[in-house]
């Protein structure tokens, strides 16, 4: 810096994001896409999604078919941009769930009301003895984060859907958590890897009032054939460059 020059403050504020909640009836198909499918120099982003709107309504296929079909449509020639497709049918079975929240104190004997809670609740809804003893054990992790790397109010909310139970741990903070990859002599830093061990899928979101940071465990038998009941979803991904 020349001599002389003071520093200037720059105001700056963080990504603000807000959660909007719609409810999709069974039967919809929810499409979810990059901005490289809609928008392109030769047309306005209005324009692309209108298009997108008349395609998704005029189709009439087989939904693998759908992202292939849709990105052949509505971008003929070379993208301007990246293009990820997911498209995902809401079935009959997305209308039964159930829902149960606790409020969790900042302190450690939480965790032990917390398990009870999860116990009682997956009791009441019928929920297999395999998948509760992983709920209950990844109440336990999540929750003793919230504890000790969250802020308050801490809330532990359930979800029962008809394939799997739905953990949220939702606290404060607004740094989102990370897996570490500790050594044999480390005695921290395992739990989110034990979480993504016995978990189907795990993730963390920030909120307008700090993060969630959610899991999934599936309820369903464990068997190599998959619940033709569960919502198909199916992704299509165009690149500019070839893949080296």
Request: charged share 25%; with cysteine; aromatic share 4%.
């Amino acid at each position: 810096m020349p001599p002389g020059r003071r520093w200037a403050a720059v105001p700056w504020s963080p990504l603000v994001l807000s959660e909007e909640k719609l409810q999709v009836p069974p039967g919809a198909t929810l499409t979810l896409y990059t901005a490289g499918l809609v928008e392109h120099r030769d047309r306005d982003i209005d324009a692309g999604i209108d298009a997108l709107a008349a395609g998704l309504a005029d189709l009439a296929c087989p939904l693998e078919e759908l992202p292939g079909i849709l990105v052949s449509r509505l971008v003929p020639g070379e993208p301007d941009d990246d293009i990820a497709v997911l498209v995902a049918l809401v079935t009959e079975h997305a209308r039964r769930t159930d829902t149960a929240a606790r409020p969790i104190p900042a302190r450690g004997s939480a965790v032990q009301d917390a398990r009870r809670f999860a116990i009682s609740m997956l009791d009441r809804w019928g929920v297999p003895q395999r998948a509760t003893e992983n709920v209950v054990l990844l109440v336990s992790e999540l929750v003793t984060n919230a504890i000790v790397h969250g802020q308050p109010p801490i809330e532990l909310r359930l979800r029962q859907t008809s394939t799997h139970v739905v953990i949220n741990v939702h606290d404060s903070a607004t740094f989102l958590p990370r897996k570490l990859r500790p050594s044999p002599d480390d005695e921290h830093g395992r739990g989110l890897q034990l979480v993504a061990l016995l978990s189907d899928r795990w993730g963390s979101r920030p909120t307008d009032q700090g993060k969630s940071v959610w899991c999934l465990v599936s309820t369903r038998p464990p068997g190599p054939t998959p619940d033709l009941a569960t919502a198909p979803v199916h992704r299509g991904v165009r690149r500019r460059d070839p893949i080296r």
